[in-house]
């Protein structure tokens, strides 16, 4: 998804204003005369279809949907990081750090591939820093690059919480929930959620974004993705991610209908091991989950030739073979409740604790706290 172009300097005259109060005041602090600050409020008001601020002989009152977006304004310039930065700069520049080339960001954004060169060009000159590096037909972000990409995201992020509110304050239903879901939050969880969220919200779109935590962390991050849903990782390794526990998951042992291993009455490690498994990557916490249920029964864990983070495909490998692996049964309930898969019991317990992760600071505007309250509730009545 691209943004559309912000004009950034508009929103920097707004929230000056907001700070000082006065028109006088505000020019002088985004370093332009008082009628180009004047028309920069008269266009956004026009865009937003409300009054921001009340004009007196005291000097400009902020009024509440000006309120509502301030906050997320100032947040925005912050993460921007320079004023000399325009919108169609952050638009291109992101497109490009997203796309990892420019003829991929053109047909992105719908503009030539000479004006993004143009663009990232002399948004480079304005902030003095190399952004990118060409590496044949594509390009890598330098680290000055990965962190304004990051900053450019967030403060995207926030505006679009701003305007959100505002429209919400409008009693206009409208914004859009973006979520992270790793594999165990698609089965029930998420779905269920989701049919509470849009009979509550029906103006508000919920987009979800499929993926491993690691692939869906960078994205959570620089603010593409509002949260994310799975299992929880140690908490020292998120320092800028704030997770939330939400229920406890107990995986089973799955296979197919008629495997031998559903005959015996228990199944320590040693039995586990004479057959193929199939398993996520070791990075992951159900692999470790897995390693610690071996060696706890008394067995070293066996080689797994087949690493697998897909629920459908793992589900076509166990029909076809003898493999076995670690799932929550609530991610295969239709083949289990159709009888062509079966769980046991695992030798020892074995518990994952799933959740929701977030930035650290996140605002969450109204629609997105309602989400994440229907997402407790849900896993409280059980659909989890």
Not at 113 to 135: I, K
Not at 294 to 319: F, K, N, Y
Not at 328 to 353: F, H, I, M, N, Y
């Amino acid at each position: 998804m691209t943004e559309a172009a912000v004009n950034i300097r508009h929103i920097a005259a707004f929230a000056a204003t907001v700070r000082h109060g006065s028109v006088t005041r505000a020019a002088r602090a985004v370093n332009l005369t008082q009628p180009a600050l004047t028309q920069a409020i008269s266009r956004l008001e026009e865009h937003l279809g409300c009054t921001l601020f009340i004009r007196g002989s005291s000097g400009m009152s902020p009024t509440e949907p000006s309120l509502l977006l301030s906050p997320r304004a100032e947040a925005a310039i912050g993460h921007v990081g320079s004023p000399r930065v325009t919108g169609t700069q952050v638009r291109a520049f992101l497109a490009l750090a997203r796309a990892g080339s420019y003829a991929v960001a053109a047909e992105a954004t719908g503009l030539s591939s000479a004006s993004l060169h143009r663009a990232v060009a002399d948004l480079s000159v304005a902030l003095g820093q190399r952004l990118v590096d060409r590496r044949g037909r594509s390009v890598m972000l330098t680290p000055a690059g990965e962190r304004r990409a990051r900053g450019f995201g967030l403060a995207m992020a926030e505006l679009r919480s701003g305007l959100a509110e505002v429209a919400a304050w409008q009693g206009k239903a409208a914004g859009r929930i973006v979520v992270g879901a790793m594999p165990l939050s698609r089965a029930r969880w998420l779905p269920e959620t989701i049919l509470r969220f849009a009979n509550a919200y029906p103006g508000v779109d919920v987009a979800v974004v499929e993926g491993s935590h690691s692939e869906l962390s960078g994205p959570l991050r620089d603010g593409e993705v509002d949260m994310m849903l799975g299992a929880l990782r140690e908490a020292a390794a998120l320092d800028d991610l704030h997770q939330e526990a939400v229920f406890e998951d107990q995986p089973a042992l799955v296979m197919r209908a008629g495997h031998p291993l559903l005959a015996m009455a228990e199944a320590g490690g040693e039995a586990l091991a004479c057959y193929p498994w199939i398993l996520p990557a070791r990075d992951t916490p159900l692999r470790h989950y897995w390693e610690d249920m071996m060696r706890t029964t008394g067995a070293e864990p066996p080689h797994v030739s087949i690493e697998c983070g897909s629920v459908l495909t793992v589900r076509q490998l166990l029909l076809g073979s003898d493999a076995l692996t670690l799932l929550s049964p609530a991610q295969l309930a239709v083949e289990l409740q159709a009888g062509v898969l079966a769980t046991k019991p695992t030798p020892v317990p074995v518990a994952r604790t799933i959740g929701i992760t977030t930035r650290e600071g996140w605002r969450p505007t109204a629609p997105q706290a309602a989400f994440t309250a229907l997402l407790r509730q849900v896993a409280q009545e059980g659909f989890a």
